[in-house]
Each structure stands twice: as structure tokens, then as C-alpha cells.
């Protein structure tokens, strides 16, 4: 049931864009995405429900397929900041909050 | 606004002890979780509460966790007797109501080295 994240590993340089995947085998009510550092708790993203509606960050963007049980974040000129590892967490049960979480995609910005 | 607060940050204990980790959710977050973070993984879901009742507990090992959420605020998570695996770090986090909708915010965590 844990869904699958790609690629586990990025580094890119400050301005570059990256794409990270997460995929399910099951149907998917909801993906929603959390950024964490080395040390420090997850942050929150996005959310991404079935139907469409979408709420989080502005500067973050992502897609959902609800079809393919896929969901893609965007990162767009990377800044240093960006650094971290970012987790996919699935919601396969309608509408309960309860989260699957992904093993992870760890992103290195360098200058 | 409060971020979800953990203690204690840090706890080392020898396997077969008992250890107790305590959460105070965000102020009027209905829903509180508790996760097990294993180094290199994501978070792992105990357990989730409604306010003082259990909504999912399938993963929580029962023979050796326990959890409560007295009067729907505060909830105390304990291991015992404690297994070299428990080793991890233990993640609270609240949402403002139960749902696809609700993000979550986690506390800094409590990292348990059992030794």
C-alpha cells in the first residue's frame, strides 16, 4: 500500500527545475506533500484532492491523476532553500485524514 | 499561532524499559496523530484520535504501545517494555478536523534511541 516515490535522489544547481513522482497501487482519495529537513519535522505543502481542488503553497505546484493513482510535485528555479526530503502521504480510505506516507525524495540545491 | 509541542526531544533507555512521550496539539485541532519515523523512511501512522476517541490504531503495536488522549488536547504515547526496533523518532501531529481537506502540523519529535 505504500506508494512508490521517483527518483529517491536529486541534486540539482540554484535555478534548475526538478519533478518528483509518487505513485499508488491502490485508488486515491487524496496525495498530499510535506517537505523535511535534516533534524526538523515535515512541513506541509499540498494537497491534492479527487475532483480537482488543490490547496497549499502558492510557489509549489503539483498535478494529480486520479486515473493512474499518480501524483507529480513541481519545482520550479530551485533555490537553496528547497534542500531537503520530501515526502508523498496517500489517503486511500474516503475522507478520513489517514496518510500512507512515501519513503521519500531526497533534493540537494547546491549554489 | 502555537506550533504542536513534544517532549521530551531526546530520550535513550535500555531495551526491555518503558518510555512515555507526551504532545500537546495546536490549539482546537479536533485531530491528533501520532507516527513512527524510522531513519531513511517516511512517517509510519500509529495512531489517529478525534478529539479523545480512536479512530485508526492497525498499526499501533499493542502489546507493547499504548496511547490516550484525556479530555481531547494533550495525549501521552508509551512503550513497554521497549525493543532495540522501537529505535526512531516519534512524530505528533494535529489537523484542524478529520478529512482529506486538513494539513497536518507536526511537532519537532521525540528521537528514542533504545539501546
Known amino acids: 500500500q505504500q506508494p512508490v516515490q521517483s527518483p529517491q535522489a536529486v541534486i540539482l544547481r540554484e535555478g534548475e527545475d526538478a519533478v518528483i513522482n509518487c505513485s499508488s497501487s491502490k485508488a486515491l482519495y487524496s496525495v498530499h506533500w510535506y517537505r523535511q529537513k535534516h533534524g526538523e519535522a515535515p512541513v506541509f505543502l499540498m494537497i491534492l484532492l479527487k475532483g480537482g481542488e488543490q490547496k497549499g503553497h502558492e510557489k509549489i505546484s503539483a498535478s494529480f491523476n486520479e486515473k493512474k493513482q499518480q501524483s507529480s510535485l513541481y519545482l520550479t528555479a530551485s533555490q537553496l532553500s528547497y534542500s531537503g526530503t520530501y515526502f508523498c502521504?496517500?489517503?486511500?480510505?474516503?475522507?478520513?485524514?489517514?496518510?500512507?506516507f512515501g519513503q521519500g525524495t531526497t533534493l540537494q540545491v547546491k549554489p | 499561532e502555537a506550533g504542536v509541542a513534544q517532549s521530551p526531544r531526546y530520550k535513550i533507555i535500555e531495551k526491555r524499559q518503558s518510555v512515555a512521550f507526551w504532545c500537546n496539539p495546536i490549539?482546537?485541532?479536533?485531530?491528533l496523530y501520532w507516527y513512527q519515523q524510522i531513519l531513511g523512511q517516511g512517517p509510519k501512522l500509529l495512531i489517529q484520535f478525534q478529539n479523545n476517541g480512536v479512530v485508526d490504531d492497525s498499526q499501533l503495536p499493542k502489546d507493547r504501545f499504548s496511547a490516550e488522549r484525556l479530555k481531547g488536547v494533550d495525549s501521552t504515547l508509551k512503550i513497554q517494555p521497549a525493543k532495540l526496533e522501537d529505535s526512531a523518532v516519534y512524530l505528533c501531529?494535529?489537523?484542524?478536523?478529520?478529512?482529506?481537506?486538513?494539513?497536518?502540523?507536526f511537532g519537532p519529535g521525540t528521537r528514542l534511541t533504545v539501546t
Open positions: 502521504g496517500t489517503e486511500i480510505s474516503s475522507n478520513t485524514g489517514k496518510l500512507i
Open positions: 490549539s482546537g485541532h479536533a485531530t
Open positions: 501531529a494535529s489537523s484542524l478536523f478529520q478529512g482529506a481537506n486538513s494539513e497536518q502540523y
